[in-house]
């Protein structure tokens, strides 16, 4: 890989580098936007990263592109040592919305991703999975129940293990708890930190909520708008497994302090 | 209701606060009652307007005329007399222009919604055929087709076709942006986010176009029998008509206006057993 960039990054010391984005930058055609500029990052196996950053700074377009639902305009993306060029197996994504069809009842939801590239026997052989997901989830006697009957978090659960049915190498998440109250989320912040865990995939989070960057991440990227690019990336020492009572140390409290002025010195830009 | 919590608070032997939200009284008629009273209020109206020679008969028969009417045409109905042979003319060509409609405003709507050259290209020239006045086709489909049945299909069918394309085009473009996105990580190709995803979320706009639809085919088999001669139920309209015979004609109306009922409860009744998972809200009065 390129040896000058290497400084310019900073990585987590955990596993190997899963994700490398060097110079990606994108300008979207139609309004002439610089929604990034020049960002490089790597993400190592097993890692939890944040993004944070005001509205508009680019972090679903970055998101986007590492997932390969966008070409950069610039720059070059790569996962798991093949560069990404489109939509990929390795990638699990989930959205602000829990995106749950529905005529089809919780169960046939997260086999979705099986059934729709390995067809209709294959989701059928996953079903037994994802009864086991749903019931990690705390969603044991919902299986067979139509989302409509689903409260807003319980959608977002089983939309969790929609994304982790095929097993994806890294879970690319926009937003994925706002919409949910603020008990839910954290419920939902620590369950997702033992799914990461226990499958040991490498996360990248997009969150408007610094507390909630802080107790997930082992490192949070700041990010800056107009252009957005990468302001700095901040390591979080806080050890793991990470809990909710965390969030009254005093540590805890001083890299939220630390972030928030990163982010108030981009506000008057 | 009250009794949240275990612990008892001062407040547990004092009065409970329930009480009755406010229904105007109009709002809290039952359904069958309300439909009833209409009705008498209906018939009523007639009765007073007809007995008093307000008036003439030849332009509204009294109630009891139109009803003696409606029992000789129901037992010609019954007994397999000519007006069935022309209502299952009528049928027939409802049916077939129905069928038709469907067949083909799905596959244009399919063909708007679905492709940007549907869009751009085909779109326009289907917004313009559709503020012509269709029935103003009426006697090419004659020349073309025939005094037969053929020409009413054809109009019938012209007529409910453009809902369903605006239908389908729409309930193409109703799935949202994070569910195209997720059909995108997935994987999906074009024809399964098409039939796994898109068609799905439309059913309920589709269903809409199809609606409007059954309504559109009855009056353009009707009109093309007024029109365009035939042997079918307009026809019997038509004639009783000019004979000035209105009891008939009222009873004519009556009748067809429980096949195209039939019809439209059918296609209601399909959409409620195939977008089980979609509650309407535009007609029906329990909230
Ligand atoms: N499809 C698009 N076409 C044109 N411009 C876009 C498009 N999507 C985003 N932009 C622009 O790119 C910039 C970054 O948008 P992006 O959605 O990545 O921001 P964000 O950081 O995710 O914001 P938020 O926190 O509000 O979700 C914005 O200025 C936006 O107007
Ligand atoms: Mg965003």
Same mark, same amino acid.
């Given at each position: 890989?390129?040896?000058?960039? %290497?400084?310019?990054?900073?990585?987590?010391?955990?596993?190997? *580098?899963?994700?490398?984005?060097?110079?990606?930058?994108?300008?979207?055609?139609?309004?002439?936007?610089?929604?990034?500029?020049?960002? $490089?990052?790597?993400?190592?196996?097993?890692?939890?990263?944040?993004?944070?950053?005001?509205?508009?700074?680019?972090?679903?377009?970055?998101?986007?592109?590492?997932?390969?639902? +966008?070409?950069?305009?610039?720059? !070059?993306?790569?996962?798991?040592?093949?560069?990404?060029?489109?939509?990929?197996?390795?990638?699990?994504?989930?959205?602000?919305?829990?995106?749950?069809?529905?005529?089809?009842?919780?169960?046939?939801?997260?086999?979705? *991703?099986?059934?729709?590239?390995?067809?209709?026997?294959?989701?059928?052989?996953?079903?037994?999975?994802?009864?086991?997901?749903?019931?990690? %989830?705390?969603?044991?006697?919902?299986? $067979?129940?139509?989302? $409509?009957?689903?409260?807003?978090?319980?959608?977002?659960?089983?939309?969790?293990?929609?994304?982790? +049915?095929?097993? *994806?190498?890294?879970?690319?998440?926009?937003?994925?708890?706002?919409?949910?109250?603020?008990?839910?989320?954290?419920?939902?912040?620590?369950?997702?930190?033992?799914?990461?865990?226990?499958? @040991?995939?490498?996360?990248?989070?997009?969150?408007?909520? +610094?507390?909630?960057?802080?107790?997930?991440?082992?490192?949070?990227?700041?990010?800056?708008?107009?252009?957005? !690019?990468?302001?700095?990336?901040?390591?979080? @020492?806080?050890?793991?497994?990470?809990?909710?009572?965390?969030?009254?140390?005093?540590?805890?409290?001083?890299?939220?302090?630390?972030? !928030?002025?990163?982010?108030?010195?981009?506000?008057?830009? | 209701m009250?009794?949240?919590?275990?612990? *008892?608070?001062?407040? @547990?032997?004092?009065?409970d606060t329930v009480w009755v939200q406010e229904v105007a009284f109009i709002d809290s008629v039952p359904r069958w009652i309300a439909m009833t009273f209409v009705f008498l209020v209906f018939i009523g109206t007639w009765q007073f307007v007809t007995s008093f020679?307000l008036?003439?008969?030849? +332009?509204l028969?009294?109630p009891?005329?139109t009803l003696? @009417?409606?029992?000789?045409?129901?037992?010609?109905?019954?007994?397999?007399?000519?007006?069935?042979?022309?209502?299952?003319?009528?049928?027939?060509?409802?049916?077939?222009?129905?069928?038709?409609?469907?067949?083909?405003?799905?596959?244009?709507?399919?063909?708007?919604?679905?492709?940007?050259?549907?869009?751009?290209?085909?779109?326009?020239?289907?917004?313009?055929?559709?503020?012509?006045?269709?029935?103003?086709?009426?006697?090419?489909?004659?020349?073309?087709?025939?005094?037969?049945?053929?020409?009413?299909?054809?109009?019938?069918?012209?007529?409910?076709?453009?809902?369903?394309?605006?239908?389908?085009?729409?309930?193409?473009?109703?799935?949202?942006?994070?569910? !195209?996105?997720?059909?995108?990580?997935?994987?999906?190709?074009?024809?399964?986010?098409?039939?796994?995803?898109?068609?799905?979320?439309?059913?309920?706009?589709?269903?809409t176009?199809?609606k409007?639809?059954?309504v559109?085919?009855?009056?353009?088999?009707?009109?093309?029998?007024?029109?365009?001669?035939?042997?079918?139920?307009?026809?019997?309209?038509?004639?009783?008509?000019?004979?000035? $015979?209105?009891?008939?004609?009222?009873?004519?109306?009556l009748?067809?206006s429980l %096949?195209g009922l039939?019809?439209y409860l059918?296609?209601q009744?399909?959409?409620r057993?195939?977008?089980?998972?979609h509650k309407e809200r535009v007609g029906s009065y329990d909230g």
């Amino acid at each position: 890989m390129n040896t000058e960039l %290497v400084e310019n990054e900073v990585g987590a010391p955990l596993g190997a *580098p899963v994700y490398e984005l060097s110079r990606v930058s994108k300008t979207y055609a139609r309004n002439l936007v610089v929604a990034l500029e020049g960002v $490089n990052l790597t993400l190592r196996k097993g890692s939890f990263t944040s993004v944070i950053g005001s509205s508009g700074c680019g972090k679903s377009t970055l998101l986007k592109i590492m997932a390969g639902l +966008i070409p950069p305009s610039q720059g !070059r993306v790569v996962l798991q040592g093949k560069p990404v060029t489109g939509p990929r197996r390795d990638i699990g994504m989930m959205f602000q919305q829990a995106t749950l069809f529905p005529w089809k009842t919780a169960v046939e939801n997260i086999v979705l *991703p099986i059934e729709i590239r390995d067809g209709k026997a294959a989701a059928k052989a996953a079903m037994e999975k994802a009864y086991e997901l749903l019931d990690i %989830v705390g969603l044991k006697g919902f299986e $067979n129940v139509y989302p $409509n009957e689903l409260s807003g978090g319980m959608a977002q659960r089983a939309s969790i293990c929609r994304m982790l +049915i095929t097993e *994806p190498a890294v879970l690319l998440l926009d937003e994925p708890f706002s919409a949910l109250d603020e008990l839910s989320r954290d419920m939902m912040n620590m369950e997702l930190q033992r799914i990461c865990t226990e499958q @040991d995939a490498t996360a990248f989070l997009v969150t408007h909520s +610094i507390q909630e960057a802080v107790i997930l991440s082992d490192e949070i990227v700041v990010m800056k708008p107009r252009p957005g !690019r990468v302001a700095e990336v901040v390591k979080v @020492d806080l050890p793991r497994p990470r809990t909710l009572e965390m969030m009254t140390t005093p540590e805890f409290g001083e890299i939220v302090e630390y972030i !928030r002025g990163q982010l108030d010195k981009g506000e008057d830009m | 209701m009250t009794d949240v919590s275990n612990a *008892p608070s001062p407040a @547990d032997n004092a009065e409970d606060t329930v009480w009755v939200q406010e229904v105007a009284f109009i709002d809290s008629v039952p359904r069958w009652i309300a439909m009833t009273f209409v009705f008498l209020v209906f018939i009523g109206t007639w009765q007073f307007v007809t007995s008093f020679g307000l008036v003439s008969p030849i +332009i509204l028969p009294t109630p009891a005329e139109t009803l003696k @009417d409606m029992i000789f045409v129901g037992q010609n109905l019954l007994t397999g007399g000519y007006m069935l042979t022309a209502l299952w003319i009528t049928i027939l060509e409802v049916i077939y222009g129905f069928a038709l409609a469907i067949a083909i405003g799905f596959t244009l709507g399919v063909l708007v919604g679905e492709t940007a050259f549907g869009e751009k290209a085909v779109m326009p020239y289907l917004v313009a055929i559709d503020t012509m006045p269709k029935v103003a086709f009426a006697p090419l489909f004659v020349a073309w087709l025939g005094f037969g049945i053929e020409s009413k299909v054809a109009l019938a069918a012209f007529i409910a076709t453009f809902p369903i394309v605006v239908g389908t085009a729409a309930g193409l473009h109703a799935a949202d942006e994070n569910a !195209r996105m997720l059909f995108k990580t997935m994987g999906a190709s074009r024809m399964q986010t098409l039939i796994k995803m898109k068609l799905p979320t439309g059913l309920p706009q589709i269903f809409t176009g199809l609606k409007i639809g059954a309504v559109g085919v009855m009056a353009g088999a009707i009109t093309g029998e007024f029109l365009g001669g035939g042997k079918g139920f307009g026809e019997l309209i038509r004639v009783a008509a000019s004979q000035l $015979n209105t009891p008939r004609v009222f009873s004519l109306i009556l009748y067809l206006s429980l %096949v195209g009922l039939a019809l439209y409860l059918l296609v209601q009744f399909a959409q409620r057993k195939i977008v089980f998972w979609h509650k309407e809200r535009v007609g029906s009065y329990d909230g």
